[in-house]
């Protein structure tokens, strides 16, 4: 139901919808990215204060810490239970959990990378990991991304489900599977 309103305004490239890892019920809010990063604008004025039920949509920005990745809005619906089809695969793409100031810095470049690889490994084998960096006067694509490659898509599948929606430095971390192709061919 979420993921229809949202996609009345185009589009989406990205959908994750937050459930409790214990209960498996959604937590009441979601994350989106548009194909198109102009109609964001529009969704969220159209869709914020919309009646849903006995329920007020709260549709804002998502605080993502990234220049050249567009603007996600989230969608949280208090009390709204919903089950969220998705193409699970081996790659899964962290969203909202690094800035590029963190980025640049080469030891906290390297604290992030260990601390991502440390707790990916608590799911599965991380087979392959990729955090794209800021070069100066470079358009680096996917820098605000991190990129966890397990050897089988149900390791990916319960680090999915233990990472979305936990806190990485005071910013709610954003799932979502990712084409391992376009990861291979490091299209970010």
């Known amino acids: 139901m979420v993921k229809e309103l949202l996609m009345s305004f185009g589009p989406l490239k990205a959908f994750n919808l937050v459930?409790?890892?214990?209960?498996?019920?959604?937590?009441?809010?979601?994350?989106?990215?548009?194909?198109?990063?102009?109609v964001t604008d529009a969704a969220i004025q159209g869709l914020h204060g919309m009646q849903?039920?006995?329920?007020?949509?709260?549709?804002?920005?998502?605080?993502?810490?990234?220049?050249?990745?567009?603007?996600?809005p989230g969608v949280q619906i208090p009390g709204i239970h919903i089950q969220q089809p998705s193409v699970s695969t081996e790659v899964l793409c962290l969203l909202n959990m690094v800035t590029e100031d963190e980025l640049r810095?080469?030891?906290?470049?390297?604290?992030?990378?260990?601390?991502?690889?440390?707790?990916?490994?608590?799911?599965?084998?991380?087979?392959?990991?990729?955090?794209?960096?800021?070069i100066a006067g470079v358009d680096v694509p996917g820098?605000?991304?991190?990129?966890?490659?397990f050897t089988s898509?149900?390791?990916?599948q319960k680090a999915q489900q233990a990472?979305?929606?936990?806190?990485?430095?005071?910013?709610?971390?954003?799932?979502?599977?990712?084409?391992?192709?376009?990861?291979?061919?490091r299209e970010f």
């Open 153 to 156: 898509i149900s390791e990916c």
């Open 19 to 38: 459930k409790d890892t214990a209960t498996g019920l959604s937590k009441g809010y979601a994350f989106c990215e548009y194909s198109d990063s102009s």
């Open 52 to 72: 849903l039920g006995d329920k007020k949509l709260i549709v804002q920005l998502a605080s993502v810490g990234a220049k050249n990745m567009p603007g996600m």
């Open 143 to 149: 820098v605000g991304k991190i990129f966890v490659e």
């Open 163 to 185: 990472l979305s929606g936990r806190k990485f430095s005071d910013r709610v971390v954003v799932t979502s599977y990712y084409d391992p192709d376009r990861y291979h061919r």
């Open 105 to 134: 810095d080469d030891d906290e470049y390297e604290d992030i990378m260990e601390d991502v690889r440390e707790e990916c490994s608590k799911y599965g084998f991380v087979k392959s990991l990729e955090i794209p960096r800021p």
